[in-house]
């Protein structure tokens, strides 16, 4: 899952980057409200995490604001430093989807974020499950039938955005987008490597395939 972070303050950008990184997320990090409007508007995040008060032209509110005026509907996380009910109420007004008090600690963060990468579909729950197999995002586990499978955070993040798109086909480009960040150098053939060693741990010892090549398209997980 990509997230894009929105943050001036580079200490604070720089260890939440690296503490989602921990987590198997891929981030984009915008130090100034200029870059990040300009990436939340180009699409591509599963989530996106706004600092409100942001030097230059726009802060977080407006990057919520603009977002949602093109009619989409990521979900959007704001960081600010004022506890107001005033700011919460306009915060959530303008379009954001929670907010967050600054300082916060990094387990609620990532509560919340998993909180905002769970369907409606689904129930409060956090198990993501396509046949017998199984993962739960906050506990980085994956069992196919009751067995436990070790997997690479690459792997587990593959596997994550392949499940919460279960029964879709989605392309090399789609996959690249959601699972590696803006910086990573990535093939479409790194893609088919990491496929490859996935499928290895996930279906190779098992009878049914669940993962499965669209030729000429993507891969799709489905059982
Ligand atoms: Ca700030």
């Known amino acids: ?3 894009l972070l929105v943050e001036d303050e580079q200490k604070i950008a720089n260890a939440l980057k690296r503490g989602l990184e921990q987590e198997a997320y891929a981030v984009d990090v915008a130090y ?3 870059e990040g409007y300009g990436r939340a508007l180009a699409g591509k995040y599963d989530v996106m ?3 409100r008060m942001l030097p230059g032209i726009s802060d977080g509110l407006d990057i919520v604001r603009a977002i949602r005026k093109e009619g989409r509907h990521e979900p959007v996380l704001l960081l600010t430093a004022r506890d107001a009910t005033r700011d919460r109420v306009e ?3 303008s379009g954001a989807d929670d907010y967050l008090v600054k300082p ?4 609620e963060l990532l509560a919340r974020i998993r909180a905002l990468l769970r369907r409606p579909e689904q ?3 956090t198990i993501l499950t396509v046949g017998d197999l199984e993962l739960q995002p ?3 586990q994956v069992k196919r039938h009751g067995q436990m499978i070790e997997l690479s955070r690459k792997e ?5 955005y392949l499940m919460r798109n279960q029964g879709r086909i989605l392309s090399k480009d789609q996959i690249i987008a959601h699972v590696w960040d803006f910086d990573a150098d990535i093939l479409p053939n790194t893609v088919e490597a990491f496929v490859a060693s996935l499928r290895q741990k996930i279906d190779r010892p098992f009878k049914e395939p669940l993962l499965h090549t669209v030729r000429g398209f993507g891969y799709k997980l489905a059982s």
């Open 123 to 125: 129930t409060a729950d």
């Open 138 to 140: 906050d506990q980085f």
């Open 104 to 107: 916060f600690s990094f387990e």
């Open 32 to 34: 100034d409200g200029r």
């Open 1 to 3: 899952m990509r997230i």
């Open 49 to 51: 995490i706004l600092d």
């Open 156 to 160: 587990f993040a593959l596997l994550e």
């Open 91 to 93: 915060g959530l007004d």
